[in-house]
DNA sequence: ATTTTGTCTGTTGAGCCAACAAACTAAGTT
DNA sequence: AACTTAGTTTGTTGGCTCAACAGACAAAAT
C-alpha cells in the first residue's frame, strides 16, 4: 500500500521521500533477483519497468551492501553484446532463528539466499526444567549460530525465536505455552540480556506462524510463484495452525490467531489438556493415534521412547499392512479433514500444507483427508485447495525463524552494508 | 509494502517514480484528513511528518482535484495566527454499491465523506425470476443511482455490485449462488453491456464481504483508530461471513473465503440446503430459530411474512417475556458462540459484528454467544474480542460496496480531477 | 553492419530547508 | 482605553538536493 509501512496493518500509509523512494526501488530490484533469478541489468530494467540507468545505479549500492555480485557473462541471447549476470549475494547476511519447543531446543542460521549456514537440534526436556534453565541454553545455542555467521564474515540481520504459545510479537512476551507448562514471561527480555544486549533485532513469535512462513518460502520457491494463501498445521501432542492470507502472515488483533487445536469438533470423547471435551486435538493429536491404534501395554507407548521413535514404529506397522494401524490412520485422516474443511471454508487457502507428525505420516493420512475436505467444502472443486506434505520436518520454525529476519533486509536493503 | 501495489497481495513491490511518491503522498494527506478530520496545513505536516511546504503543494493539489476544501480559521490554538481548516470534500466525488438478495435489490450511493446520497431497497423475489430480468431490474437501479450523482455534478469513482455467492473478484464472474438459484453467470459483463459499457470501474464482490467492509469503516470512524480485525456474520436463511484481517478484505486464494455457515459442528440433526448434516446454518439460521421458537402452525411462520414481519413478531414475544421464545434465543446465541469460538481462535479478531438477523435480536443473542465464547476460546480473556451489533442493517453490503469503490480515489487521488 | 549492453550527461520533478511576511495574542506603556 | 511591542504560529517562496528518466554513445558480441 505505501512505500514504508512493512508491517503496520491497515496502516493510513506514510509519508515518502526521495530516501524512501530509493529504499523501495533497491528493494524491488533486489527482490526482483531473488524470485526470478540471476539475470542483467538490461532485463531487471525491461522486467521492473525502471530505467536502465536506474537499475546500473540500485545494482551499484545493492554490489556495494553486499547483497548482489556480478556473476558471469549471459551467452544466452544469440544477437548482440552479452549481458553481465546480477545474482543475489548469500554470503553477505544472515538470519538466525531458534526454536524453544516440548522436547528439543533448535537452532538455524540461513544466508541471504536461503542456504543453510548452520542447523542444530539439541532434545531436552523443557517441560521438567526451570524457564530460566532452557533460556540459558537456548542463548547458548544462539550464541553458536551468532559465531558461526560471524566466521563466515556475515552481517547478522536479526535473530527470532520461535516458542510453541500465545506470544505477544511487538513486546516479545509469551502469554501462555500450556505445553511447556510456562505461564506469562519476557522471553524476548530475557533472551537480550542473557545474550549481553546485542544490538540486532531481537523478536520473538509462534512456532506455527513462523514455520506457516518457511513453508509458504519454500512452496514458493520449488512450486508457484502466484500462491499468496496457505494454512499449515503442525502435529504433535497439540495441534498448531499457522496462516498465511494474501501473502501476509494473519496474526490477528492480538496475535493469538491459528488456536486451531481446540476447535470444538468431536463428539465429546476424552478430556482435551485445555479441560474441554470435543477439541479438534483430541482426535488428530499423536496421542489419539497411538491410543487408537495400539494398547496400553504396546511397546511404542513406552515412556522412553521419544516422538520419532514412536513414529517410527508405527510407520513400520503402517508399511507392513497392520490393519488396526491403517484403520486409526484413516480415522485420524478423516478427522484431519473435518477440521481442515472448517478452515478452508472460513480461509480458502491454495494449499493446505502438513507439518510435524502429520507430515511423517502423511502417505496414509492424505487420502481421507483430502476425501473429507472435498466432501465438506462448499466451493466448487474444494475452494481450489491441494493438500501438501511439508518437507522442512522439524527444522520449519528455525527456518521460518531465520527468513523473517532475513524478510526484513529485502524490505529495506539500507539496513545493511556500510552508510560512508 | 510498496509504493503501488495497492491490492495484489504478496506481489513483488512495484517500481516508484516521481509520480508514484507524488501519489502516495497525496494519499497519506487525503486520508489523513479523512480519518483525523478538519485541520491545519501547519498540523497536518507535524502530524504526517511531510515538510509543511510540501503539505502546501499536496493540499493545492487536492483542491484543484475537488477532494478537499478550505474551511474555516481554526481559532482552537491560543497563541499565534490561526490557521485555515482544510476539511474532505465530499460534493466532488461518489461511490455507488448495488446488491442482488434472496428477496431484494438494493442500492446506495455515498459521496466522498461517506455520507448517503441515494439510497433506495426494493423488495424482488429474486429466486422465481429469471437470472437476466434481475440483472435488467437491478441496472434500472444502478441507472438512478448515477443520475443522482450526475444531478449533484459529482464525479463517480466507481460501481460494486454484492452478490450472495462465490464470486471470482478479477473477472466479477459468479460461480455459484444456491441461494438464488443461480449457478455460474458473467455478472460483471452482464452488467456492463445493460449499462452500455460505461467507462467507470465496475466490480463484483460477495456480500458479506463487502457487509464486513462496511462494519470496519464504521467501527473506525466511531470507535477505534486502531482497529484492524473483524469478523461479521450476517444472518438470514443461512449464515455468511466476513473477514477483515490486519485492515484488508480476506479473500483467500480463489475468492471463496469466508464460508462459514456450512461448519460442522452441530450434532446431525436437519438437513442442510447443501445437502449435509451438522451445518452450523441448521442451528443458527433463522430457520431454525423459527422451528424451536414456533410450532407449525404459529402465524409468524405464514408463508406471506417476510423477513422483517417474523422479527418483528420474534421481537414482540421476547419482550413480553414468552418463555419458548426466550429459550430458543438463548439456544441460538449459545450455538452461536460455539462457531464463534472456532472463527476466534482461528482468526484472533478484535470484534465480532452481529449483521443480518442476528443484529436484530442481538440483545437476546450477546449474553449466551458471549459467554460460550469465553468458554472456548483459548487465548486469555476470549483473546480480547468484542461482540458488536451492526448498525447498518440491510444496507451495510451497498455501503460496503459504495464505499471499496470510494477507497479506489483515496489510495491514488490522481484518479480524480483534470489533469491540464 | 547490426544488435544488445551498460554507462554517461543533462533534464525533470518532488520533497526539504531556511527565510519571511502575515495574522494573531499577550503584555506592557502612555 | 488606545497604542505599541514582543512573541508565536501559519503558510508561501526561492534555492537546493536527490533520484529517476531520456537519449546518446562506446563496448562487445554475431
Known amino acids: 500500500m505505501t512505500l ?8 493510513r500509509g506514510v509519508a515518502a521521500d526521495h530516501v524512501s523512494l530509493r529504499r523501495n526501488n533497491l528493494s524491488v530490484v533486489l527482490r526482483h533477483v531473488r524470485d526470478l533469478g540471476p539475470r542483467s541489468r538490461a532485463r531487471i530494467a525491461e522486467e521492473t519497468g525502471l530505467n536502465k540507468a536506474t537499475v546500473s545505479s540500485l545494482v551499484a549500492e545493492l554490489v556495494e551492501r553486499g547483497l548482489l555480485r556480478e556473476g558471469l557473462a549471459d551467452s544466452s541471447r544469440a544477437l548482440g553484446r552479452p549481458g553481465q549476470l546480477v545474482e543475489l549475494d548469500g554470503t553477505g547476511v544472515c538470519g538466525v532463528g531458534a526454536e524453544i519447543n516440548v522436547d528439543y531446543l533448535a537452532v538455524a542460521a540461513l544466508d541471504l539466499a536461503g542456504d543453510v549456514v548452520l542447523e542444530k ?6 517441560a521438567h526444567l526451570e524457564p530460566g534453565t532452557t533460556l540459558d541454553r537456548l542463548a547458548e545455542l544462539v550464541r553458536e549460530a551468532v559465531t558461526a555467521v560471524d566466521v563466515r564474515h556475515g552481517e547478522l540481520a536479526g535473530v ?3 516458542v510453541p504459545g500465545l506470544v505477544q510479537v511487538e513486546t516479545g512476551e509469551l502469554k501462555l505455552a500450556p505445553n511447556l507448562g510456562w505461564g506469562e514471561l519476557s522471553v524476548a527480555q530475557e533472551m537480550r540480556r542473557r545474550l549481553g544486549e546485542p544490538t ?4 520473538v513469535d509462534n512456532e506455527a506462524n513462523l514455520a506457516a512462513l518457511a513453508a509458504y518460502a519454500e512452496l514458493r520457491r520449488t512450486e508457484d510463484e502466484s500462491l499468496h494463501d496457505l494454512v ?3 502435529g504433535a501432542v497439540g495441534v498448531g495452525g499457522g496462516v498465511v492470507a494474501g501473502g501476509h502472515l494473519m496474526r490477528g488483533g492480538h496475535g493469538y490467531s491459528g488456536e486451531v487445536g481446540h476447535m470444538p469438533v468431536a463428539p465429546p470423547g476424552r478430556t482435551c489438556g485445555c479441560g474441554r471435551t ?4 483430541t482426535v488428530v493429536g499423536l496421542t489419539a493415534l497411538l491410543h487408537k491404534a495400539t494398547d496400553r501395554d504396546d511397546p511404542v507407548r513406552d515412556p522412553s521412547l521419544d516422538v520419532e521413535q514412536r513414529l517410527a514404529g508405527i510407520t513400520r506397522r503402517a508399511e507392513a499392512g497392520d490393519p488396526r494401524t491403517l484403520s486409526a490412520l484413516k480415522d485420524v485422516g478423516t478427522w484431519l479433514g473435518i477440521g481442515g474443511a472448517i478452515l478452508v471454508n472460513i480461509l480458502n487457502p491454495d494449499v493446505l500444507v ?3 507428525y502429520f507430515a511423517v505420516l502423511g502417505p496414509w493420512l492424505k487420502e481421507p483427508l483430502e476425501k473429507a475436505i472435498q466432501d465438506r467444502v462448499i466451493a466448487p472443486d474444494g475452494g481450489g485447495c491441494r493438500v501438501v506434505r511439508s518437507e522442512l520436518g522439524f527444522a520449519a520454525a528455525v527456518r521460518g525463524g531465520a527468513q523473517i529476519s532475513l524478510d526484513q533486509v529485502f524490505v529495506d536493503p539500507t539496513r545493511i552494508g556500510a552508510t560512508p
Chains 1, 2 share one sequence.
Open 4 to 11: 514504508t509501512d512493512g508491517r503496520r496493518p491497515g496502516s
Open 121 to 126: 537440534r539439541v532434545p531436552v526436556d523443557v
Open 160 to 162: 527470532t525465536l520461535a
Open 200 to 203: 540486532y533485532p531481537l523478536h
Open 232 to 234: 499449515l498445521l503442525t
Open 278 to 281: 470435543g477439541c479438534w486435538e
Open 354 to 356: 502438513l507439518g510435524g
